[in-house]
């Protein structure tokens, strides 16, 4: 019996070493797409991903292929995918971790799968089936996305907005599948049924450039009487355009300040002013994916946009134009807003001194009660009370040289 438990425990143990996930971190899919390629092509995904396929199966459509990032190549152990055995490539990362050494941890980005048989010929040229799952890669830069990696939750009886450019719907319940559409200014791109548990996407291909612009994991959904609730996770939106990101091409032009001068601080608005110097249809400002500002027939000019107050860190403000084409653009910059130390100097000393005062009141109230209880005796200034004055002088002086300090970043 002892022997059999020993064995059960290896195979256990032997089993958890040699599993390639084992240990492997995962973020948000960011792409998802099914393709055919031939051999010679050249497949280009997000964050500067991109893959050659050098040599093909004509039988079953397994296929030879080349990773690069950026234009390097990445040297993988099996660089060679097949259905039950696909392509997949781990990043190892060195990580900061607090109090502890640099700890080196692998992150999931990339499987390719060809489609089991699945294998076109035409005029002597052989096509392969794959499937194409990416998944974000945490050293790479993100910055296409309108939303990324986000939750939502959603009804029947209403639309999801995503970024005033995109809506989402539920349409039915069939057995264990929801129906979802997804429109962008009405028109349908669009509806599919999906299981718990599976992504909902839309992408689109040009030649060897597979876009995902829409991908969302189905977490769980349910029916009442009334309404179908569905729960969304991983939710990323990518516009299906160029994104120039801080390039911003001649002729628009994006600048964020603040209103009373000096830098963006939180807990401040900020103005964005936006030049465009052609007539578009529609313009949209989005600060974080979240609509600010719209605009219908715009000519060229220079428009302006306010903001709500903001939290310290990087944003993201992006300028949306449709021209009369319904052709849709978009232009995004990052700006950072600084924590605001005056405010909270200032803030933390107005408690103290409050502080301060309250306890002082306290101690007068203490010094009142204890003489009414001896006529006799006279009110003579406690060394508590005394600390206590000092203090609050020393607190208000203190305030005093800090407000005038502070007062020039005004």
């Known amino acids: 019996m002892k022997y059999i438990h020993f064995v059960i425990i290896c195979i256990c143990l032997l089993s958890a070493f040699s599993s390639p996930a084992a240990g492997v971190r995962t973020n948000a899919m960011i792409h998802y797409s099914e393709i055919d390629v031939m051999v010679g092509d050249e497949v ?34 099996d660089d060679f995918a097949k259905e039950d055995d696909p392509l997949e490539y781990v990043r190892s990362v060195t990580e900061d971790e607090d109090d502890e050494d640099d700890k080196e941890i692998d992150y999931f980005i990339l499987r390719i799968t060809p489609e089991d048989d699945d294998v076109t010929v035409s005029d002597d040229t052989v096509y392969s089936t794959i499937y194409i799952e990416q998944y974000i890669d945490p050293v790479e830069d993100v910055d296409d996305y309108l939303i990324l990696d986000k939750s939502y939750s959603m009804k029947s009886d209403s639309e999801l907005e995503l970024a005033d450019l995109y809506t989402l719907e539920v349409k039915d319940i069939d057995d264990d599948e ?32 597979p876009q995902t612009i829409f991908l969302a994991n189905v977490e769980a959904f349910f029916e009442t009487d009334d309404d179908i609730t569905v729960f969304l996770d991983h939710l990323s939106l990518q516009q299906n355009s ?21 830098g963006l601080k939180a807990g401040r608005l900020a103005i964005i002013t936006y030049y465009l110097d052609d007539s578009f249809s529609e313009s949209r400002i989005l600060v974080d994916g979240e609509l600010l500002d719209t605009r219908k027939e715009v000519s060229s ?23 009369e084409e319904d052709d849709i653009s978009h232009y995004s910059e990052e700006f950072s807003v600084s924590v605001n130390i005056k405010d909270n100097i200032t803030e933390s000393i107005a408690e103290l001194a409050s502080s301060a005062a309250e306890g002082l009141g306290k101690e007068k109230d203490n010094s009142s009660s204890g003489a009414s209880s001896d006529l006799s005796l006279p009110s003579v200034p406690s060394e508590s009370n005394i600390s206590s004055a000092i203090s609050l002088i020393v607190t208000a002086g203190v305030f005093i040289i800090f407000f005038g300090f502070f007062k020039k970043f005004i």
């Open 178 to 209: 929801v129906s979802l559409e997804l429109r962008l200014n009405g028109e349908l791109l669009k509806e599919d049924e999906v299981k718990e548990g599976e992504y909902f996407y839309y992408t689109v291909c040009k030649s060897t450039e």
């Open 301 to 323: 000019g220079t428009y302006k946009a306010v903001t709500d107050e903001l939290d310290a860190g990087i944003h993201k403000v992006t300028l949306v134009t449709i021209d």
């Open 44 to 77: 280009f995904l997000e964050q500067g991903y991109s893959f050659k396929v050098l040599d093909m199966n004509s039988n079953n459509g397994d296929i030879w292929i080349e990773l690069y990032l950026n234009g390097e190549k990445i040297d993988l152990d």
């Open 242 to 262: 160029i994104s120039h990101g801080s390039d911003t091409p001649e002729g628009i032009g994006i600048r964020v300040e603040s209103p009373v001068g000096g």
